[in-house]
C-alpha cells in the first residue's frame, strides 16, 4: 500500500472542499471497499478525508410518508429500521442478503453506493482492464465471464455493479441528495451510475469532490408490496449472479402497478421499464410475468460464458412476482 494522509473534516463544506481540490484525494466511509482496493493496489488515494463523523446517521421522515437516510446509516441500521422493513421490505431484504452482519455493521449507505465492481480482472493489477486502467483492454470479455454482464455492456466493458442495495432503490425511484463545491443537488438514482460505453472508468456522474449526503425515498404506498431475490453461489457472503426487486399493486387479479429493478446483470443497476409496461393491466399469472420477463431481457446479449442468466432472471422475476401475488399456475421453468 502506498503511503496517504489521513484527516477528518470538521464538516461537509470543509470535506467537499478539501476533496475537490485535491485530485488524488478521496472520502473514506466505513472503508469496506475502498481500503481492500488500496491494499489490491487497485486505488492509491494520497489523502483520505474521513467523513465518517460528520455524515448524517439518521432516518428522517418526510412529508406524505417517505425517508430521508443520511448517507452515513450504515447498511445493518438500515436494514433493522421499522419503517424501512414495514414500507420498503424489499430494502431491508436487500440489505439483508448482502455482504456479512460484520460487514453491514460498518458500511455506509453512500459507501454502498459507491463501490466498485467485484469483476476479477478489475480486482487484479496485472491484468488488462479498461475501468481500472483506460486503453488496456477488457480481459473479461474474452476470459472467463461467467459473472458479467448481459445488458447494457460495450466492447470497452462487460463488468457488472455488485451492491443489492441500489437495486431496491432503483426500484423505489430513490434521489440522491449531494454536496459539492458548488452547492447542492438531487441526483435520481437511475442517472447516478453509468453503462459502460468508451468510458469504463467512470462508475457515476458523480464529479470529484461530490459528497452523497443522504438518499430519499419518495412515499411510495405500492413499495409495502415488494421483496428482493438474490441468486448467488453460496447463502451467504457472495454476490448477485442476478437478482430481482419487485413491487407490486393489485386490482383484484389485475396488476395495477408494478416496480422492477434487476441486478447482476449490468454495469448499473437495471430498472426495468420493458417488464413493468408489459405488466400493467395485464392479469397476474405466470404467463403474464415471463412475458414481462421476456420483454426486459430479449434485449439481453450474452458472452461466451453467462448466457444461464437469460433463464436465471427470467425465472427470478417471475417467482418474485409470484410470490408477491400468490400467483398460481406454476408452470416449466425456463433454461
Ligand atoms: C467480503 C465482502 C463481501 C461483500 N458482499 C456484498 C454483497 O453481497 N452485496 C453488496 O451489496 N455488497 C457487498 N459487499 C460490499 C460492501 O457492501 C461495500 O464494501 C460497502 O457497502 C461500502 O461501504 P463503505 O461505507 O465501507 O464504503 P467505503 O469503502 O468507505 O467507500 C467506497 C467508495 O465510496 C466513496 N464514498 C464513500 N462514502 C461517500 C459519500 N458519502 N459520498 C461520496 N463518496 C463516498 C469512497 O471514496 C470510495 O470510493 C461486500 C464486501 C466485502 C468486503
Not at 65 to 92: K, Q, S
Not at 192 to 210: K, Y
Not at 254 to 267: F, K, M, N, Y
Given at each position: 500500500?502506498?503511503?496517504?494522509?489521513?484527516?477528518?473534516?470538521?464538516?461537509?463544506?470543509?470535506?467537499?472542499?478539501?476533496?475537490?481540490?485535491?485530485?488524488?484525494?478521496?472520502?473514506?466511509?466505513?472503508?469496506?471497499?475502498?481500503?481492500?482496493?488500496?491494499?489490491?493496489?487497485?486505488?492509491?488515494?494520497?489523502?483520505?478525508?474521513?467523513?465518517?463523523?460528520?455524515?448524517?446517521?439518521?432516518?428522517?421522515?418526510?412529508?406524505?410518508?417517505?425517508?430521508?437516510?443520511?448517507?452515513?446509516?450504515?447498511n445493518a441500521d438500515l436494514a433493522a429500521d421499522m419503517r424501512v422493513r414495514t414500507r420498503y421490505p424489499g430494502l431491508a431484504q436487500a440489505l439483508l442478503s448482502g455482504a456479512s452482519?460484520?460487514?453491514?455493521?460498518?458500511?455506509?449507505?453512500?459507501?454502498?453506493?459507491?463501490?466498485?465492481?467485484?469483476?476479477?480482472?478489475?480486482?487484479?493489477?496485472?491484468?488488462?482492464?479498461?475501468?481500472?486502467?483506460?486503453?488496456?483492454?477488457?480481459?473479461?470479455?474474452?476470459?472467463?465471464?461467467?459473472?458479467?454482464?448481459?445488458?447494457?455492456?460495450?466492447?470497452?466493458?462487460?463488468?457488472?455493479?455488485?451492491?443489492?442495495?441500489?437495486?431496491?432503490?432503483?426500484?423505489?425511484?430513490?434521489?440522491?441528495?449531494?454536496?459539492?463545491?458548488?452547492?447542492?443537488?438531487?441526483?435520481?438514482?437511475?442517472?447516478?451510475?453509468?453503462?459502460?460505453?468508451?468510458?469504463?472508468?467512470?462508475?457515476?456522474?458523480?464529479?470529484?469532490?461530490?459528497?452523497?449526503?443522504?438518499v430519499d425515498l419518495p412515499a411510495l404506498p405500492i413499495a409495502a408490496r415488494s421483496a428482493y431475490r438474490k441468486v448467488r453461489d453460496r447463502a451467504s457472503f457472495a454476490f448477485a449472479?442476478?437478482?430481482?426487486?419487485?413491487?407490486?399493486?393489485?386490482?383484484?387479479?389485475?396488476?395495477?402497478?408494478?416496480?422492477?429493478?434487476?441486478?447482476?446483470?449490468?454495469?448499473?443497476?437495471?430498472?426495468?421499464?420493458?417488464?413493468?409496461?408489459?405488466?400493467?393491466?395485464?392479469?397476474?399469472?405466470?404467463?403474464?410475468?415471463?412475458?414481462?420477463?421476456?420483454?426486459?431481457?430479449?434485449?439481453?446479449?450474452?458472452?461466451?460464458?453467462?448466457?444461464?442468466?437469460?433463464?436465471?432472471?427470467?425465472?427470478?422475476?417471475?417467482?418474485?412476482?409470484?410470490?408477491?401475488?400468490?400467483?398460481?399456475?406454476?408452470?416449466?421453468?425456463?433454461?
Amino acid at each position: 500500500m502506498r503511503p496517504f494522509e489521513y484527516e477528518r473534516a470538521a464538516d461537509a463544506a470543509g470535506a467537499v472542499a478539501t476533496v475537490a481540490a485535491r485530485p488524488g484525494a478521496a472520502f473514506l466511509a466505513g472503508g469496506t471497499n475502498l481500503v481492500d482496493h488500496m491494499k489490491l493496489g487497485l486505488e492509491s488515494p494520497d489523502l483520505l478525508v474521513d467523513v465518517t463523523r460528520l455524515l448524517p446517521a439518521t432516518i428522517e421522515d418526510l412529508d406524505g410518508g417517505g425517508l430521508r437516510i443520511g448517507a452515513g446509516v450504515r447498511n445493518a441500521d438500515l436494514a433493522a429500521d421499522m419503517r424501512v422493513r414495514t414500507r420498503y421490505p424489499g430494502l431491508a431484504q436487500a440489505l439483508l442478503s448482502g455482504a456479512s452482519g460484520q460487514l453491514r455493521n460498518v458500511a455506509t449507505t453512500g459507501g454502498n453506493l459507491l463501490q466498485r465492481t467485484r469483476c476479477p480482472y478489475f480486482r487484479k493489477s496485472s491484468l488488462a482492464c479498461n475501468k481500472r486502467e483506460p486503453g488496456t483492454g477488457c480481459s473479461a470479455r474474452e476470459g472467463y465471464n461467467r459473472d458479467h454482464a448481459i445488458l447494457g455492456a460495450s466492447e470497452h466493458c462487460v463488468a457488472t455493479h455488485p451492491s443489492d442495495m441500489a437495486v431496491a432503490l432503483l426500484a423505489f425511484d430513490a434521489v440522491v441528495r449531494v454536496q459539492g463545491p458548488d452547492g447542492t443537488r438531487s441526483i435520481d438514482l437511475a442517472d447516478l451510475h453509468r453503462l459502460p460505453g468508451d468510458a469504463p472508468e467512470r462508475d457515476t456522474t458523480l464529479a470529484h469532490g461530490e459528497l452523497i449526503t443522504a438518499v430519499d425515498l419518495p412515499a411510495l404506498p405500492i413499495a409495502a408490496r415488494s421483496a428482493y431475490r438474490k441468486v448467488r453461489d453460496r447463502a451467504s457472503f457472495a454476490f448477485a449472479l442476478v437478482s430481482v426487486a419487485a413491487a407490486v399493486e393489485l386490482d383484484g387479479d389485475t396488476v395495477a402497478d408494478v416496480r422492477i429493478a434487476l441486478g447482476g446483470v449490468a454495469h448499473a443497476p437495471w430498472r426495468g421499464t420493458r417488464a413493468e409496461e408489459a405488466l400493467r393491466g395485464r392479469p397476474a399469472t405466470e404467463a403474464s410475468f415471463r412475458a414481462a420477463a421476456h420483454a426486459e431481457l430479449q434485449a439481453a446479449r450474452p458472452l461466451e460464458h453467462n448466457a444461464f442468466k437469460i433463464p436465471m432472471a427470467t425465472n427470478a422475476l417471475v417467482a418474485t412476482l409470484r410470490d408477491l401475488t400468490g400467483a398460481s399456475g406454476r408452470e416449466e421453468p425456463a433454461r
